[in-house]
């Protein structure tokens, strides 16, 4: 990754970790219990965090 700029290559370290996905979706099922505002739009980011997690703790 030399090739690649400096901004883009400490990007790819931070989101190439399963670790922020996944405190990211626990963060959003715990915001889905929340019966005010949009429980059914966190449900749903929540679980694609978490599904996120699973392929990336998977491949690696």
Known sequence: MPDQPYRRRVAARIF???KL???AGI???A???NPKGMPF???IVG??????AGCR???N
């Open 16 to 18: 190439g970790q399963p």
């Open 21 to 23: 996905y996944l405190i």
């Open 27 to 29: 963060a959003s099922i």
């Open 31 to 33: 915001l889905a219990q």
């Open 41 to 43: 739009v966190w449900y």
């Open 47 to 52: 679980v694609a965090f978490l599904t996120v």
């Open 57 to 59: 703790l998977m491949k």
